[in-house]
């Protein structure tokens, strides 16, 4: 009962530390104006963090033990009470995005990253307006739950993250724009879980990585990095600093 017990705490307490990973999204956009978009969660420093506080005892069962390396569509991972909710033009989108699980506990690994290609501005839009909401959606029950005694890990708290930015994607420009209120509201919820994961050495740094197929023309942040030819934007800051200034990850580049 001990070990069940443990094993529940521990995969609460890592879902709740969802908001305290590190976080990549990398956009790829090409010069038929299509983009490949990348959005990558690395949790293996809150397991290892995490790991460490557990006994030899629970560290030696069968959970503990599980390996996960797959990718599944992203519409599969729907249930089919929520594929039944969903519109013509999201059920697009679930189908052309990849979910991708990487997962061994032992080895402190836990990554999830979901891909996804849009063929233009608008569909890139669409797909960053609406995979929040998607994500809430889904669960990652078929890839990371091997044992009913172990919580289901939360795809809409891994992945869709908060939905507090306001975009505008055009054939030549990619803008967003964080909401404040929203933002503080997450704040907010999540308080604890930062002051915990703080205590706990467990940072959350949040890297924005654009590649363009030409050199781009102007980029409003100060904070980010253009490289050498143009065709590289770079921005990179932590939890800490977007809740000194939220605005840290506005961005808005033209190209």
């Not at 879902?15 to 104006?33: H, I």
């Not at 557990?54 to 599969?76: E, H, L």
């Not at 990253?113 to 063929?119: L, P, R, Y």
């Not at 995979?131 to 029950?141: D, E, G, I, N, V």
Request: glycine share 2%.
């Amino acid at each position: 009962m001990k070990k069940v017990y443990f094993l529940i705490i521990f995969f609460a307490f890592l879902t709740c530390l969802t908001s305290c990973v590190d976080v990549e999204e990398r956009y790829d956009f090409k010069a038929d104006g299509s983009c490949n978009v990348a959005f990558n969660f690395d949790m293996s420093h809150a397991v290892a963090v995490l790991m460490n506080l557990m006994p030899d005892s629970v560290k030696s069962t069968p959970q503990f033990n599980m390996r996960k390396d797959t990718s599944i569509n992203f519409y599969a991972a729907l249930p089919d009470s929520s594929q039944r909710k969903l519109n013509s033009q999201q059920i697009d989108l679930a189908k052309k995005s990849t979910l991708n699980v990487n997962m061994n506990l032992q080895k402190n690994v836990m990554k999830v990253s979901i891909d996804h290609q849009t063929k233009n501005a608008g569909e890139l839009q669409y797909y960053l307006q609406n995979l929040t909401k998607l994500a809430r959606s889904s669960q990652l029950k078929s890839v990371t739950q091997t044992t009913r005694n172990i919580k289901e890990l939360d795809a809409g708290q891994v992945i869709g993250g908060e939905d507090f930015y306001i975009y505008e994607v055009t054939s030549h420009r990619f803008c967003r724009i964080i909401d404040k209120s929203k933002f503080n509201a997450f704040l907010k919820k999540t308080q604890s879980t930062l002051a915990m994961a703080k205590a706990l050495l467990i940072d959350a740094p949040y890297k924005v990585v654009l590649n363009f197929a030409k050199p781009v023309k102007k980029v409003n942040n100060p904070k980010a990095i253009v490289s050498a030819d143009r065709k590289h934007v770079t921005l990179v800051t932590n939890i800490d600093e977007m809740i000194k200034n939220p605005s840290v990850t506005n961005l808005q580049v033209d190209y």
